[in-house]
């Protein structure tokens, strides 16, 4: 009786366990199902993410393929455009700067000469043109320039077929014996011959500025001549580009000599219908003649105490019905604003000052911020001040407005800022060493020859062209109008 009991209930159970576990093999089967479902979907967005990322990063590749292609067919056309503005302007100045230096007489005996002027003068050029700006620095560069370089400036080959540069002591004794206004002359009308601007339109037609040449003198800082006085260089610039250069003697000053130099630049770059600017020291009766009358130009001049008459003359006119023009502008903690009165000269002035056309009236008014302090506590201070300067200029009103008047006022301070301070800054011309004989002069007149091609190759900053060309040989070769390097 209890085997008979017992042995239903057993199979019962164990029907009860193999359900279970038949249940718990399902359950697990469909979790793994749905996990490997979850799975498949998973790897299925990872993979079209993946397909995603693959598509843009073939895209960013293709973009940047066609940019990289872009940037490059840009670089070959500038590098084109550049290399066929360096042969206009040597076909117009009649060839590279080799042929600007082969104009200059060598002071040396022919017996012995090992090295030519041309090719000294181009490496010593080339060694500013890398950044160089101490002799001592110069002459290390040439002493280990590349072949490259020497062949094309015309270095001499030695027996091994190798090209040889000229010794530091070879360069320094040719810098001392050269003839500087020589060199000067030859480098201004190498410059000037290059000048594509376009003619001024002559007579004018109407209001309308014309090409202007801005005349104004440095002292060589730290150069003593054997009178013990400093050289001192007067100049005639246009654009920043200097196309006139002469040095003013001891004995003599600049008023004789800016009408020499600016007789001597037109023979060679007529400058008729052009308007010249000087400083107050050329307020002169003789130079406005000179330059309406010979020169066939204009001028416009500043009146100060050197015309005491003419300035008196000028202060006691009636402006009330003049034509204005106001300008300003702000920079380095200072801000200026211009007014500029423009009326026709009367009969007294024109009976003072000859050609006089019309006069204007300047007032600056300009206003300087700056902080001082003791170092623990600071103030701003701003002080205000005004400046009322006359001017004479030789252009009727049917010439030029008081709008075109104010630019060649501020366009004659394109010596300053164009000629002078680059000299100085760039070029380190006022901490030079070099003191004695013509090599100051000699190389003032080399950094305005940087300078011109720099500018004439179509750039303004001269201290990034002369970065870039240290390491661009097709940018070095433009501005020294070679011909292209393979």
């Not at 720099?454 to 002369?466: F, L, T, V």
């Not at 970065?467 to 109008?481: G, K």
Request: charged residues 25%.
């Amino acid at each position: 009786m209890h085997d008979q009991f017992c042995m239903p209930a057993c199979s019962d159970a164990a029907g009860a366990v193999i359900a279970e576990a038949e249940e718990t093999l399902r359950q697990a089967v469909v979790k793994e199902q749905a996990r490997a479902r979850r799975s498949e979907r998973a790897a299925g967005r990872r993979r079209e993410r993946q397909d995603g990322r693959d598509r843009k990063s073939a895209a960013a590749a293709e973009r940047r393929r066609g940019g990289e292609e872009r940037l490059r067919a840009k670089a070959e056309q500038a590098r084109e455009a550049l290399q066929e503005r360096a042969s206009q302007l040597a076909g117009a100045a009649g060839g590279s700067v080799l042929a600007c230096f082969a104009a200059v007489p060598d002071p040396r005996k022919r017996r012995g000469r090992r090295h030519s002027l041309p090719c000294v003068l181009a490496l010593v050029l080339t060694a500013m043109l890398h950044g160089k700006t101490r002799l001592a620095d110069i002459t290390a560069w040439i002493a280990a320039a590349d072949q490259e370089i020497l062949a094309a400036l015309g270095a001499r080959a030695g027996r091994d077929g190798l090209r040889v540069p000229p010794c530091a002591r070879t360069v320094v004794r040719l810098l001392a014996l050269l003839g500087a206004q020589l060199l000067a002359g030859a480098v201004a009308a190498y410059l000037a011959a290059a000048e594509l601007a376009a003619a001024p339109a002559y007579p004018a037609g109407g209001p309308a500025l014309q090409p202007s040449l801005h005349c104004d003198g440095k002292e060589v800082r730290g150069a003593v001549r054997t009178d013990g006085t400093s050289p001192f260089l007067l100049s005639a610039e246009a654009g920043g580009i200097v196309l006139a250069e002469r040095e003013i003697g001891a004995k003599t000053n600049e008023i004789p000599e800016i009408r020499r130099m600016l007789a001597e630049l037109n023979e060679r770059f007529p400058l008729a219908g052009w308007v010249i600017s000087a400083d107050a020291l050329h307020t002169q009766r003789k130079l406005a003649a000179l330059i309406c009358e010979d020169l066939l130009a204009h001028y416009v001049f500043t009146v100060k105490g050197n015309q005491p008459g003419l300035l008196a003359a000028l202060e006691q006119l009636t402006w009330a019905g003049a034509r204005r023009h106001a300008a300003s502008g702000k920079g380095h903690g200072r801000r200026e604003t211009r007014s500029h009165l423009l009326i026709d000269a009367p009969e007294s002035i024109k009976a003072l000052f000859p050609h006089a056309a019309q006069v204007a009236r300047v007032i600056r008014t300009r206003t300087v911020t700056r902080w001082t302090g003791n170092g623990k506590k600071w103030v701003r201070v701003t002080k205000t001040s005004t400046e009322t300067v006359y001017l004479v200029t030789s252009l009727t009103a049917r010439e030029a407005g008081p709008q075109h008047v104010a630019a060649y006022i501020r366009g004659h301070w394109s010596v300053e800022n164009k000629i002078h301070w680059v000299r100085d800054v760039t070029f380190r011309e006022d901490s030079s060493r070099v003191r004695a004989g013509s090599r100051p002069r000699v190389l003032a007149t080399l950094r305005n020859l940087g300078m011109g091609l720099i500018r004439q190759a179509g750039h303004d900053d001269i201290a990034a062209a002369i970065r870039a060309a240290e390491h661009d040989h097709t940018l070095l070769h433009a501005l020294l109008r070679l011909t292209p390097a393979p």
